[in-house]
């Protein structure tokens, strides 16, 4: 890091045609932090150079996402749309050079001639076009003369380069479609190859971080840079992406999942979007240092999901308080506890974090257990609650099951136990052992809430693993990658109506989050919950796989 006079100056690159997911926090983490980490800084530079599929509501999304993560571009907020007048000039430049040219051939004919990986291309009729009439049709081009696709303007390169990025690529190609910050002004556009290295150049960036991808686009970076910049020239490095199992991470997916209406919008809890992780209830901190601890790496790899999650529960383990929430009630009648009468009990609330404090909860006659913490006739091993054995109430007392009382279906309704009095904290029999203890709610406390489960979107490891497109295609182009739909997983969601849950959970603030004991991380949601309608998302369980998996090792 010697050069430039020892200065660090990243950007951050994005597109505005969609929101952002994990790929991009692991960019963003490594443009920032880079950054931070060398003294030097970071720019915000929206890549708006093709008007077709971008829009302000991006922009405004992508700039929260990037405060949620954390991270600052001070007042270094820049559009590559705001150079659109220097990057005109410089194709002007070029064309003065004898190295660009108005070319006439259709798309097709450029791909055809073009030539592949083992034929040289062959060179277009309009290649040695003099510098006057190429200067006399790209202002042409500029001033709107010509349809959609009638020229482009490209690059003299070389059309036997071994390197297809070299075969004269086009640099500007004709789009009368208004853009979202420079209106009408423009209807020929840049190229993202050309725009990108010359913006870099412009903002003086060092160090140009991008994905592998574009490892066979960098001569082409050079060529511009060497052409046109004199001074400190920014230059390219490459890294991998990041794919994530059970995960899609291209935008273009994604945006098909929204606007087909597979999921209710880019902030769909099950999105692997930023703004779905946070309204599922995934900390900044957690990406963050998931994204530290999978590293900058040269090869191509897909993480375990298992990680990300691991991050999540360690840091929610630490800050998330205790609550109890019963999802699937059954009602318990606590038959020797005097009706109408109610107790309050201490209950901790992080036992991972002693200054989080105790909270007051109610007991009462009346209460609700999971319907699947009671078996009629268990298995040997079973500690839950079961005629005849006994159990402990988490926080409160020891209860024996008595009687179990049924509807005409068979199905069960209430649960007859008795408690012992003397069982609670600071009673004479506090001590007393049981194998169960189940968490519950008391019928004089408990309020109703909506609870959304969710899964994986995708059920396979690499659900776009046939199909993955890399580089922007050309406008024509068409895709075949409608395939990932099919993948999808049926059963992403199910959502409870009935839930009983202690009545500060009412309060919650929107975003707020909850390790529910024994079912996991639950967050109130960001949009629909209020104390008149409390709705909560689970984020993750509490089961471990990737902690279990390196005790293992
Ligand atoms: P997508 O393929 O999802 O459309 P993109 O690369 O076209 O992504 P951009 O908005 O151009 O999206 O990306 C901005 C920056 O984020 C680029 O520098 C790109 O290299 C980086 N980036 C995008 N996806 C990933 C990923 N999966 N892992 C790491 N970096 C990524
Ligand atoms: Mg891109």
């Known amino acids: 890091m010697n050069k430039y006079g020892g200065r660090v100056h990243t950007r951050f690159p994005p597109e505005p045609n969609g929101y952002l997911h994990i790929g991009h926090a692991k960019s963003i983490c490594l443009n920032f932090g880079t950054a931070e980490e060398f003294g030097g800084l970071c720019n915000l530079r929206f890549d708006d150079t093709n008007p077709s599929q ?25 559009y590559a749309s705001d150079y659109f007048d220097q990057l005109y000039e410089f194709a002007v430049q070029l064309i003065k050079k004898g190295k660009a040219y108005v070319c006439d051939l259709t798309p097709e004919q450029i791909r055809e001639y073009r030539g592949t990986l083992t034929q040289p291309g062959k060179e277009s009729p309009y290649r040695n076009r003099s510098i006057e009439e190429n200067l006399d049709l790209f202002e042409r081009m500029k001033n709107g003369e010509f349809p959609n696709g009638a020229k482009v303007l490209r690059a003299k390169i070389d059309m036997a380069s071994p390197n297809l990025n070299m075969r004269d690529p086009v640099i500007y190609r004709i789009m009368h479609e208004p853009h979202h910050r420079t209106g009408n002004k423009w209807c020929i556009y840049p190229m993202y190859d050309f725009a990108h290295p010359l913006s870099d150049a412009i903002e003086n960036i060092t160090h140009s971080i991008c994905t592998l991808e574009f490892e066979d686009h960098r001569p082409l970076y050079d060529w511009f840079i060497d052409n046109l910049i004199t001074g400190d020239k920014p230059k390219q490095y490459e890294f991998a992406r990041l794919n994530l199992t059970k995960t899609v991470t291209s935008k273009r997916k994604l945006r098909k999942l929204v606007e ?44 375990d999901i298992a990680l ?13 308080p205790r609550v109890m929430a019963v999802l699937d009630p059954v009602k318990v009648v606590i038959t020797n506890y005097p009706e109408g009468q109610t107790e309050k009990l201490e209950a901790e609330n ?26 009629e006739d268990p298995p040997k091993n079973y500690f839950r609650l079961s005629p005849g054995k006994e159990v402990r109430l988490k926080h409160a007392y020891i209860i024996k099951c008595e009687q179990v009382i049924k509807d005409e279906e068979g199905k069960i309704v209430e649960i007859h136990c008795t408690y012992d009095p003397d069982t609670k904290s600071g009673g004479p029999a506090a001590g007393r052992k049981v194998k169960g203890t189940l968490h519950w709610v008391s019928e004089a406390e408990a309020i109703n809430a909506e609870v959304r489960l969710y899964d994986y979107l995708f059920l396979d490891d690499e659900p776009e693993a046939s199909t993955y497109c890399e580089v922007e295609l050309e406008p024509d182009q068409e895709e075949d990658e409608d395939d990932f739909l099919s993948k999808l997983n049926p059963n992403s969601l199910k959502i409870l109506k009935n839930c009983k849950v202690e009545s500060i959970l009412r309060d919650a603030l929107p975003g707020s989050k909850f390790q529910f004991l024994r079912q996991g991380y639950f967050c109130a949601d960001l949009k629909d919950h209020s104390p008149q309608n409390p709705v909560f998302n689970r984020i993750v369980g509490l089961k471990d796989s990737w902690a279990k998996a390196k005790q293992k090792k």
């Open 308 to 320: 990300l999650e691991h991050c999540l529960r360690e840091d929610l383990n630490a800050k998330a």
């Open 54 to 78: 971008e829009d302000t509501e991006f922009v405004e999304a992508i700039k929260e996402d990037i405060r949620w993560l954390g991270f600052s571009w001070g007042d270094r907020l820049y």
């Open 350 to 375: 992080n036992p991972e974090n002693p200054a989080a404090g105790h909270r007051q909860i109610l007991f009462s006659r009346n209460l609700f257990i999971e319907r699947e913490d009671f078996m």
């Open 260 to 303: 087909k209406g597979y999921v209710s919008g880019w902030d769909d809890p099950r999105m692997p979007t930023l703004a779905g992780y946070r309204r599922r209830g995934y900390t900044p901190e957690s990406i963050r240092d998931f994204c530290n601890r999978i590293g900058v790496a040269k090869a191509n790899s897909t993480v």
